[in-house]
């Protein structure tokens, strides 16, 4: 559908909204208006207000002025519950079903269609019988919805959406985790709702998907709104530009502690792991700290767990120490003097019931059992009380409960239980994120500290100013494959462009300086 058969009538619009946190403007002042049968791209790096802006619009967040009219009326939604019934519906990139239940009840899940009072199978059968042909999904309404693969989940989440009568659907970030013929299937569904006179607010990192299907772009920077462009009207290096802006932070004056005239300490070779990881490459040295940085959904995560054997590779090999080791688990990759700070440490990194000397001692309790079943709790005591003032934990007490901890803190219990392995390698995935400006500091320097003792260091982030912070060398990863490879002192506007544009242009194995 082209920008002029488009309808004028505006179904959403934000007027000078604004939004701020205790020290952080996320919102300034944001205007944004969206049109009927629309495809709108919402685009900006992380931090820019994206979330903010439509957490404000479905009532997640109450906005600290400003005005939202939705279909004529100005309204202020308590909750998202609420924007729902009316209409706005929001498909997140995290997915939001109930995994024991039916596809069914999860489409109806909390507007069930009843008859005389009673809940009535008859008329949601129906409906979903209606909502399948109507749109060409092909979803049997029994299936239990944890059977269904990534794809699946994400049809059924619109499949609820349209199923409440959704005039406006917000997409966050939709085809992450998708594979290309599943990211096809989703655009094909996004032009029938269109078609439909169904409006889009579609977010994401990925340039190629913006000017597939998408007419209009409006860009954040900052918590401000940059522009708002006819997409065929303009192209990915405005857009880029758009986004960057001009960016020129200076990189900490550090001193490296990379030995690049010794042998790697790890070596990856052709590695894939698909969909996510494609074909990657490298080489990390002792005392490096190797920055990758790229955007949701590049691989990053995806390549910290093939490292680490939490996910099995497809193909490729992995050398640590010049010796090819085959990651089938975890297990193998500790024995081989790997660790990693997973992306998300409550989930994955610790047990929050748990005090914070047994987080700390776990990885290594053969080191405090001198027979199965017995601990030598005072051996334990010591070392974490050790690595409690190393790495300056702040805490009552050892015998806290790791819940009670703030982030930046609970993260440190996390780098201290790895620590303890004595690994020769540190994958660090996104390593600051959640935790406050001084804790992100110590973090910093903790992992200073670790290169300068002869540790390497995989720093992944999403937020390059930090990984140009800590690094010796930078990679930037886009669609499962290294686009670019910067030198300590890079520009951080180039770097950015390289992540958000991607393989625009063929790499001749260029290292930028």
Known sequence: M?????????????????????GVQALDKVDMDIREGEVHALLGENGSGKSTLTKCIVGAYQRDSGKIVYAGNEVSFSSPTESFKQGISVIYQERSLIPKLSIEQNVFLGDELLSSG??????????????????????????KVFRLGVAQQKVVEIMKALSRNSRVVIMDEPTASLSKEEADHLFNIISQ?????????????????????????????????????DTPSTNKEEVVNLMVGEVFHDVEDISSFARYDHPAVLSLKNIKKLPRVKDISFEVYPGEILGITGLTGSGKTELARAVFGAERVDSGEIFVDGKQVQLGSPVDAINSGIALIPEDRKSDGLVLLFEVFKNITLPAIDEFT??????????????AEDYRERLNIRLASIHQQTKFLSGGNQQKVVIAKWLLTNPKLLVMDEATQGIDVKAKSEIYSIVRELAENGFSVIFISSEVPEVQRVSDRILVIADGEIVGEFKRGARQDEILKKALSGKQEQLDNQVVS
Not at 5 to 22: A, D, Q
Not at 200 to 219: K, S
Not at 370 to 383: A, F, W
């Open 2 to 22: 082209s920008l002029d058969s488009l309808s004028s009538k505006t179904i959403l619009e934000v007027r000078k909204v604004s939004k701020s946190f205790p």
């Open 370 to 383: 001198i027979k199965p079943g017995i601990i030598i709790t005072r051996r334990e005591y010591r070392k």
């Open 193 to 229: 709702l269109k078609s439909r006179g169904i409006s889009i607010l579609y977010i994401t990192h990925i340039l190629d998907e913006v000017f597939r299907i998408t007419d209009r772009i409006t860009v954040l920077r900052d918590g401000k709104k940059i522009s708002t462009l």
């Open 118 to 143: 009673f809940l009535s199978e008859n008329k949601m059968r129906k409906r979903f019988v209606e909502l399948c042909e109507s749109f060409g999904f092909d979803l049997p309404p029994e299936e």
